[in-house]
Nanobody, 117 residues
Framework: VQLQASGGGSVQPGGSLRLSCAAS????????MGWYRQVPGKEREVVAG?????FTNYADSLKGRFTISRDKNTLYLQMNNLSPGDTAVYYC??????????????WGQGTLVTVSS
């Protein structure tokens, strides 16, 4: 299963971006999906996650500004009121099973979000 992330770019503080992550391959089910971000020199951190049933969770510092959503095998992250501290490479992650009932975990290639004036 391959994930293709897109939607990153440069935005001014206070602006918004919507990231997308499209999965391709023979997916039977998805257990969980999520967005992570990483700044050079720091560990990758959780941004938001969603279970198969639709339960969502967010990093405490991002609640109210970021919204994770899903449409079939595409995952989205709506980011509002962005600040320079949100500058990072954003990665998506899927955990599920293929149609051959083989478990998989896949990462997207990362999309860069830069927030600056």
């Amino acid at each position: 299963v391959q994930l293709q992330a897109s939607g990153g770019g440069s935005v001014q503080p206070g602006g918004s971006l919507r990231l997308s992550c499209a999965a391709s391959g023979v997916i039977f089910s998805i257990n969980s999906m999520g967005w992570y971000r990483q700044v050079p020199g720091k560990e990758r951190e959780v941004v938001a996650g969603m279970t198969e049933s639709g339960f969502t969770n967010y990093a405490d510092s991002l609640k109210g500004r970021f919204t994770i959503s899903r449409d079939k095998n595409t995952l989205y992250l709506q980011m509002n009121n962005l600040s320079p501290g949100d500058t990072a490479v954003y990665y998506c992650h899927f955990d599920g099973r293929t149609t051959n009932w083989v478990p998989f975990q896949s990462w997207g290639q990362g999309t860069l979000v830069t927030v600056s004036s």
